[in-house]
């Protein structure tokens, strides 16, 4: 059975992004400091591709499959 991960971008008070994924067990792991949306999503990419090879199905943290769930209201 894959191992679950799930993850998101969320927005920082500094006005920068940062990537965090949720493993099944429950630790977290962020990446912080994007100062674009688009360099957050590109490392999302690069984390599902890394991920693959793990053999661990990442999810997006609402459940749904596809790209990145964004806190920001509009995006």
Known sequence: MRR???YSI???PD???AVVAV???GTAYSRDGFLTLAEAE????SLCTVMA????HLMRRDGRPGRIY????NQ
């Not at 590109?42 to 990419?45: I, M, V």
């Open 4 to 6: 679950r991960v799930t």
């Open 10 to 12: 969320v927005d920082c």
């Open 15 to 17: 006005g920068r992004f």
């Open 23 to 25: 493993s099944a067990s």
């Open 42 to 45: 590109t490392c999302a990419e």
């Open 53 to 56: 090879v793990c053999g661990a």
């Open 70 to 73: 964004s806190s920001k209201p």
